[in-house]
């Protein structure tokens, strides 16, 4: 089958990791997944002209029904849709964004979600059709003493970025270091002596999962998009002030036996619910279903 394949792809951001992963897939199940940026896309009319391209494609499928899925409403296919965190926790606030993840889903002849807290959401607010709904966890794979806090990443929001650096000036031992590939981050990661998520916007955290998988204890802020993988004091600790920042964290440096704890849970949770061939395998199946009438 030729499948088209649309989700946001910014550069080195989770969501370009987590699409690649699943076109992956589908791919080496004997399936041609051409994966496109949404932001390319106006609306179905732009989709459209694409799909006239030869040979044409059978079935699509999205990364969040709000940026991605809507883009499909209008194009004669059968297609599937994945949940993206901000779709469930922010999208979801706004009614004419909600109605449209709602006829999206409704038109979906499957959608994923990479938790229970996710799937459960999605049947509260969009028109219940939980039938549909299969879950997925995302898989994964992928001390020295005067602590430092090295933040990295991409530079997406000027104004925030600003911001983190006038702070980070202001502050001894928090430095602010350039987007890096996957490979350079886990290399980082498993020379730290811990991954910290202080995100206070909603999503699903690879890189956290990516720190339990390489043994590294995680210290996240208490939002439920990590409350879903991070479980206080058993796969990881959460926090819910600066406060309760430093307090975990000196729990964390002064504990072992806590430290080797978290550890060993993070690393068989993220084997167990994130495994790379169970993801394999719900894809496969599921793509499979688009073929069908
Ligand atoms: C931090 O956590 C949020 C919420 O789970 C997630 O959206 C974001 O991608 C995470 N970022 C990193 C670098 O872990």
């Not at 978290?262 to 690393?267: E, I, L, M």
Request: charged letters at 25%; one cysteine or more.
């Amino acid at each position: 089958m030729k499948i088209l394949f649309l989700a946001c792809l910014k550069p080195k951001t989770g969501n370009h990791t987590t699409a690649e992963r699943i076109r992956s897939h589908i791919e080496s199940a004997g399936h041609i997944c051409e994966l496109r940026h949404a932001g390319e896309f106006q609306s179905s009319a732009d989709v459209n002209s694409l799909l006239s391209q030869d040979p044409p494609f059978q079935g699509a499928l999205a990364i969040h029904l709000y940026r991605a899925g809507r883009l499909l409403l209008d194009v004669q296919l059968p297609f599937g849709v994945i949940f993206g965190g901000t779709d469930i926790n922010e999208d979801v606030k706004v009614e004419q964004k909600r109605a449209v993840m709602e006829q999206v889903l409704r038109k979906a002849r499957f959608a994923v979600a990479f938790t229970t807290k996710l799937k459960e959401e999605a049947e509260i607010h969009l028109m219940s059709q939980s039938s549909k709904i299969y879950l997925q966890p995302q898989a994964w794979h992928c001390k020295n003493v005067p602590n430092i806090l090295i933040i990295l990443g991409p530079n997406i929001d000027p104004v925030l970025t600003a911001e983190v650096k006038s702070a980070v000036k202001r502050t001894t031992g928090v430095f602010l270091a350039h987007e890096r590939s996957q490979q350079e981050v886990h290399a980082a990661m498993k020379r730290s002596f811990a991954v910290v998520n202080s995100s206070v916007s909603e999503g699903m955290s690879a890189a956290i999962l990516e720190a339990m998988h390489l043994r590294v204890p995680v210290l996240a802020r208490n939002i439920p998009g990590n409350a879903a993988v991070v479980q206080h004091e058993v796969t990881g600790l959460l926090y819910s002030s600066p406060q309760d920042f430093l307090h975990q964290s000196q729990r964390l440096l002064s504990d072992q036996e806590l430290r080797e704890r978290v550890v060993r849970n993070g690393k068989l949770y993220v084997e167990e619910h994130h495994s790379l061939e169970k993801e394999r395998e719900t894809y496969q199946r599921l793509v499979d279903s688009l073929h069908s009438v």
